[in-house]
C-alpha cells in the first residue's frame, strides 16, 4: 500500500490540508491511518473519493449533500437535478434584482441627480404616483399627491430618507438572524415603518398592504430596498401583510 501525506494530498486535490482536516472531522474523507505524532496518511486508493467531494463541492452543492451522495450512490443524480433547480431559480431572482436596479437607475437619471434634495423628492414622488394610478386606479395616485408636503424642507427629507435606510437596515439585521416575518419584534419594526409612511401619505391598512406589494414588483422601491439586501423586499413584503392581517378586522 503506497500512503501519501496530508501535504501531497493536498496538493493533488487542489485544496488545503485545512480542508481535509475539516473532511476528516465531517467523515468524509478520512485519513487511512494517523501516526503517533499525528501526521495524517492517506491510501493512494482513496483519492477518487475525494476527487468526487472537490468536484461536487466546485459545483456548489453543500457538505450535507455531499455526504449523503458519497454514502448512497443512487442519490448523486437527483441530488445534482435539485442543486440545478435552485441554481436556476437563484439565476432567475438576480435577473429580476438587476432588472429593478436597471430601471432604479432608469428612474434616476429621469429624476437628474442635480435636482435639489426637496425638488427631487417631489419628481420622485409623482413618478411613484403615477405607477400607483396605472396599477391600482386614479385614487391611489391623487393619495399620494393629495398630502401636505408644503412643510417638508431639504433637510426634512434627508432626515426622512435617513430613518427609512436605518429601518430597512434594522429590517435586514432581522431577516438575516433568521426572524420570520410575522414574528413580533418584525412586526414592531413594521409598526415603525407604517408610522413614517403615513405621516406624509394619508394610506389606510389596505392601501399600506398594496404598498408592501409594490416593494417587490415597483422597480424604483424593489431597487431601493433590494441595495440594502437583495432578499429585503420579498421578506418586507411578508412582514407587511402579515402586520396588516393581524390589524385588519376580521369580517
Keep these: 500500500m503506497t500512503e501519501l501525506s496530508i501535504s501531497e494530498v493536498a ?39 475525494l476527487h468526487r467531494i472537490v468536484a461536487l463541492r466546485r459545483a456548489g452543492l453543500g457538505l450535507e449533500a455531499i455526504a449523503e451522495i458519497v454514502t448512497d450512490e443512487e442519490s448523486e443524480l437527483e ?17 429580476s434584482l438587476i432588472e429593478s436596479i436597471a430601471g432604479l437607475i432608469d428612474e434616476l437619471d429621469r429624476v437628474g441627480s442635480e435636482v435639489p434634495g426637496r425638488a427631487r423628492f417631489e419628481r420622485e414622488k409623482e413618478a411613484f ?24 424642507t431639504d433637510a426634512d427629507v434627508a432626515h426622512t430618507t435617513a430613518v427609512m435606510r436605518q429601518l430597512l437596515t434594522r429590517f435586514a439585521d432581522l431577516m438575516n438572524g433568521g426572524h420570520a416575518p410575522d414574528s413580533a419584534s418584525v412586526r414592531a419594526l413594521v409598526r415603525q415603518h407604517h408610522d413614517l409612511t403615513t405621516r406624509y401619505w394619508s ?36 412582514a407587511i401583510e402579515a402586520y396588516v392581517d393581524r390589524r385588519e378586522p376580521l369580517n
Design 79 to 95: 441530488a445534482l437535478r435539485r442543486h440545478l433547480v435552485g441554481l436556476r431559480a437563484e439565476r432567475d431572482r438576480i435577473d
Design 203 to 238: 394610506a389606510d391598512l389596505a392601501s399600506y398592504r398594496r404598498l408592501g406589494a409594490l416593494l417587490e414588483s415597483d422597480p424604483l422601491q424593489c431597487g431601493i430596498t433590494g441595495a440594502v439586501d437583495p432578499g429585503l423586499p420579498a421578506w418586507i413584503a411578508r
Design 11 to 49: 496538493e493533488r486535490a487542489g485544496v488545503s490540508a485545512r480542508m481535509l482536516r475539516h473532511y476528516d472531522k465531517l467523515g468524509l474523507f478520512r485519513p487511512t491511518r494517523v501516526s503517533g505524532n499525528g501526521y495524517r496518511w492517506y491510501d493512494r486508493r482513496s483519492l477518487p473519493r
Design 129 to 152: 404616483a403615477q405607477r400607483l394610478e396605472q396599477r391600482f386606479g386614479p385614487e391611489a395616485g391623487a393619495a399620494l399627491r393629495d398630502d401636505p408636503l408644503d412643510p417638508l
